[in-house]
């Protein structure tokens, strides 16, 4: 067997490629790479692996987008597409694993530090019950983990597509703003960066203000600086909306095992997000408060947990 596999982790933004030391577990050689609207990701893979000293036989693409046995891949937010026979035969794999992305970031759960984790309230985890992972990036990923015989079975999601409900008539203006431009408004329209921008451009209307172009960086910028009110009331209600879909998560399978908070947005502003209403709105649940309030929340601060992740679910398949 090869020592090391070649690892991927395909978003909405940005590819990332590593890698994978089959047997000490780690990362190596990680590079990431903006998508450009006409990449072919066969050419990515042949440039990216062009620059290593290592034959590579094995591989694990982890991408947002759903996964089914089609041997062709279309990703929901670019333009990326690929045929896994091409990739087998183009790189001259013996073995290829292609999964959704917050499948391989939940396969690396079991093995992270705890130095890459940040615990925002609730109690200690009860492993004898199911996981939730979710994120936002580019788009909101959603996965869970269940245990069966002792060992942690993902499964994959497309949660981040569901609806998320208002709880105030000021929510109920925000989602009236958004359903003028979506028409159906999902939970990823309000929890990824362009959801960031979707909220602060539906508060610019509310408020009968011009509405601007403007990236979530700089809306995350003016908010943590305070300089913007309406750029602090847009992260507040991102972290609001961050806290009851979590808790929407939790309660859907009783997931004391704990829910970990993935995704390249929240770690940049995690002092930020300790404060907000997040955990408020994560245990507001009614009758059944008393349930979430004991489940601990884990932010991921680890840089590539999809490409670990990755590289964590292959050799699980090797081992079966």
Known sequence: MNQYALVTDIGGTNARFALYNLVTNELSAITKVLIAKDDVLLTLIKNYLATQSVIIKMACIAIACPIDDSDVIKMTNNNLTFSRSELVKELN?????????????????????????????????DLNYPIAIY?????LGVSHLIKVNEYWVTLPGEGGHTELPMTSDDEDCILVELRKKFGRV???????????????????????????EITPDIIV???????????????????????????????????????????????????????????????????MSYLVKKIPVYVITHEDPGLFGAGVYLQNCLNK
């Open 93 to 125: 794999l013996t073995k290829l694993e292609v999964i959704n992305d917050f499948t391989a970031v939940s396969m690396s759960i079991a093995k992270l530090p705890k130095q890459d984790l940040v615990k925002i309230g609730g109690d200690e985890p």
């Open 135 to 139: 994120g936002a990036g580019t788009g």
């Open 186 to 212: 999902s939970t990823e329209r309000f929890l990824s960066g362009n959801g960031i921008v979707n909220i602060y451009q539906a508060l610019q209307h509310i408020n009968n203000q011009a509405v601007e």
């Open 221 to 287: 910028k003016k908010a943590l600086s305070k300089s913007c009110p309406l750029c602090l009331q847009t992260l507040t209600y991102f972290c609001t909306f961050m806290g009851r879909f979590g808790g929407n998560l939790a309660l859907t399978l009783n997931t004391q095992g704990g829910v970990y908070i993935a995704g390249g947005i929240v770690p940049r502003f995690i002092e930020f997000f300790k404060t907000s209403p997040f955990r408020d709105a994560f245990e507001h649940k009614g009758r």
